[in-house]
């Protein structure tokens, strides 16, 4: 039974690695290999196994899982998406008003809404967006 928790551990840490989903793979193979390691020390049954497990498996939960994420999205910064449009530039394809209208931004038309008048062809600055809809400004270029 002691091997099975090194086992066990170690797969759920590569499943992680494969797979991300939240750390909590991670947590759990950590708990595993903690039990590994107590059980190579102490003899006791399968049942005190498992609820240290549980145990351990909370415990790194709490302890861990907001700290790791802050980690590793701290190096990972993958845009928002909404800042994937704020502060970029695109092109009016029709009369922009505080109504309607339609932008072309990578080469995909958008429904927007501006504040200023802006004819088509202008350049126009997305300063928002509300669900598919960009909130747009002429541009100052």
Known sequence: MTLF???AGIAMIILELLVPGGFVLFVLG???V???LVTSFFSMGWMY???MF???AVMYLVLLRDNLKKLVFKFSKEEDP???FVGKIAKAITPITATEGKVEFKGTQWPAKSDWPVLPGEEVEIISQE???LIVKPSKS
């Open 5 to 7: 928790w090194l086992i």
């Open 30 to 32: 950590l708990a595993a």
């Open 34 to 36: 903690t039990i590994f």
């Open 49 to 51: 196994q498992v609820t």
């Open 54 to 56: 549980f145990v351990a």
């Open 82 to 84: 909404e800042n994937e």
């Open 131 to 133: 669900s598919i809809l």
